[in-house]
């Protein structure tokens, strides 16, 4: 419904898509001002903000206006669920970036609304990861997780026809939207493996070079194995009703980037230097 309005900022994107802030319809521009810089934080990573209020009065404003009307606008509403006094929040660009960046903006929006309830804790799995990603850069796939993770047996078959399709068997564990843990069942079938490394690109002697070890290994017989870990301070941290870790992990660092607990990073002595054959040129 919002494509091929001339709005190049949403036509040309890969995907587009939104979230709908009940209520809100009365944000101020200068709040609107402040979601617009939170996405586009370099650790969000969003290009820009597209707002559609809703307002009581029956009136639709927005920041695309000039592209499109407010019969366009109501659909856009009708399709995430918006009434009249909710505000909706809508996002364009690639599409892993930009659901990411939506995800964080809902947590946000979560939190500026009081909707989210910290003394509340409500865990899910995450399952079924794509196990290969596509760079256009490079023109490769990328795993997603690591090399040797697992894809789900009944995809194996699509690594000839639509490697993009394969689902690795790995999984997160997300408690209020924080990830606190994750992990996979491994690889340990040889043909796999190289099955595995084909698609990403190694050659049959890359592979033999770098993990040659680990492929004679398997034919030996290696148990299916797997394993997860947990961010222990992320998880106190986040009982504790803190957005940060800092105060809970073993050796933090200072805003210059020293460990004051141990004073590092600090010059070796020179007889450690000698040790380890290391010579510093200035």
Same mark, same amino acid.
């Given at each position: 419904?919002?494509? !091929?309005?001339?709005? @190049?900022?949403?036509?040309?994107?890969?995907? $587009?898509?939104?979230? $709908?802030?009940?209520?809100?319809?009365?944000y101020s521009r200068k709040q609107l001002d402040e979601l617009t810089a939170f996405v586009k934080r370099p650790q969000i990573g969003g290009r820009g903000?597209?707002?559609?209020?809703?307002?009581?009065?029956?009136?639709? =404003?927005?920041?695309?206006?000039?592209?499109?009307?407010?019969?366009? *606008? =109501?659909?856009?509403?009708? $399709? $995430?669920?918006?009434?009249?006094?909710?505000?909706?929040?809508?996002?364009?660009?690639?599409?892993?970036?930009?659901?990411?960046?939506?995800?964080?903006?809902?947590?946000?929006?979560?939190? #500026?609304?009081?909707? #989210?309830?910290?003394?509340?804790?409500?865990?899910?799995? /995450?399952?079924?990861?794509?196990?290969?990603?596509?760079?256009?850069?490079?023109?490769?796939?990328?795993?997603?997780?690591?090399?040797?993770?697992?894809?789900?047996?009944?995809?194996?078959?699509?690594?000839?026809?639509?490697?993009?399709?394969? =689902?690795?068997?790995?999984?997160?564990?997300?408690?209020?939207? /924080?990830?606190?843990? !994750?992990?996979?069942? #491994?690889?340990?079938?040889?043909?796999?493996?190289?099955?595995?490394?084909?698609?990403?690109?190694?050659?049959?002697?890359?592979? =033999?070079? @770098?993990?040659?070890? *680990?492929? @004679?290994?398997? #034919?030996?017989?290696?148990?299916?194995?797997?394993?997860?870990?947990?961010?222990?301070?992320?998880?106190?941290?986040?009982?504790?009703?803190?957005?940060?870790?800092?105060?809970?992990?073993?050796?933090?660092?200072?805003?210059?980037?020293?460990? /004051?607990?141990?004073?590092?990073?600090?010059?070796?002595?020179?007889?450690?230097?000698?040790?380890?054959?290391?010579?510093?040129?200035?």
């Amino acid at each position: 419904v919002a494509r !091929g309005k001339g709005f @190049q900022v949403i036509d040309g994107a890969e995907y $587009c898509g939104g979230i $709908c802030a009940s209520g809100a319809a009365g944000y101020s521009r200068k709040q609107l001002d402040e979601l617009t810089a939170f996405v586009k934080r370099p650790q969000i990573g969003g290009r820009g903000l597209i707002w559609v209020k809703f307002e009581t009065d029956g009136n639709i =404003r927005s920041s695309v206006d000039k592209f499109y009307s407010p019969d366009d *606008l =109501r659909k856009w509403g009708e $399709c $995430c669920g918006a009434r009249s006094g909710d505000l909706l929040l809508v996002m364009s660009g690639e599409i892993h970036a930009t659901r990411y960046a939506l995800g964080e903006l809902r947590l946000e929006m979560g939190d #500026r609304l009081s909707i #989210r309830d910290k003394n509340r804790f409500i865990p899910l799995w /995450v399952i079924d990861f794509p196990l290969l990603e596509w760079d256009e850069e490079t023109g490769r796939f990328y795993a997603m997780h690591h090399p040797f993770t697992s894809p789900r047996l009944e995809d194996i078959g699509l690594f000839e026809s639509d490697p993009a399709r394969v =689902r690795a068997n790995a999984y997160d564990l997300v408690i209020n939207g /924080v990830e606190i843990g !994750g992990g996979s069942i #491994r690889i340990h079938d040889e043909s796999l493996q190289k099955t595995m490394f084909k698609n990403l690109g190694f050659s049959e002697e890359e592979a =033999r070079e @770098q993990f040659g070890f *680990l492929m @004679q290994a398997f #034919r030996y017989g290696a148990p299916p194995h797997g394993g997860i870990a947990f961010g222990f301070d992320r998880w106190v941290a986040l009982f504790g009703g803190s957005e940060s870790i800092r105060d809970f992990i073993a050796f933090p660092k200072n805003t210059a980037g020293r460990d /004051v607990m141990i004073n590092t990073p600090s010059p070796l002595p020179e007889e450690q230097l000698k040790e380890l054959g290391i010579r510093i040129i200035i």
